[in-house]
């Protein structure tokens, strides 16, 4: 059974900091590309940024880049987004994501794995 969760969530100030953490199971994480996406209340969902199966290619939304970092553990089938120096705009329910890629690119439309979500709220 396929499982991506994740935890990290909260509620922060503008300008703080926050570590989402997506665990993964049921499938072979190490050949997947791993992503994020969010989405704002009343707005659709949105890439925010994805990592290679090697972890060495990383690819960002530019709302976010210099700000955020996504990261990923093949042993612990973990995948990170480290987000810094946020803004109220960023408040949205963010999303993990997998496909069976090696390359390094993920879309709604090619995505095979979806976690359920964890809420992410920046206060001004």
């Known amino acids: 059974q396929v499982q991506l969760v994740e935890s990290g969530g909260g509620l922060v100030q503008a300008g703080g900091s926050l570590r989402l953490s997506c665990a993964a199971s049921g499938f072979t994480f190490s050949g997947y590309c791993m992503g994020w996406f969010r989405q704002a209340p009343g707005k659709e969902r949105e890439f925010v940024a994805a990592v290679r199966w090697s972890g060495k290619s990383t690819d960002y939304a530019d709302s976010v880049k210099g700000r955020f970092t996504i990261s990923r553990d093949n042993a612990k089938n973990t995948v990170d987004l480290q987000m810094n120096s946020l803004k109220p705009e960023d408040t949205a329910v963010y999303y993990c994501?997998?496909?069976?890629?090696?390359?390094?690119?993920?879309?709604?439309?090619?995505?095979?794995?979806w976690g359920k979500g964890t809420l992410v709220t920046v206060s001004s």
């Open positions: 994501a997998a496909r069976a890629y090696y390359g390094l690119g993920i879309s709604e439309s090619n995505v095979d794995h």
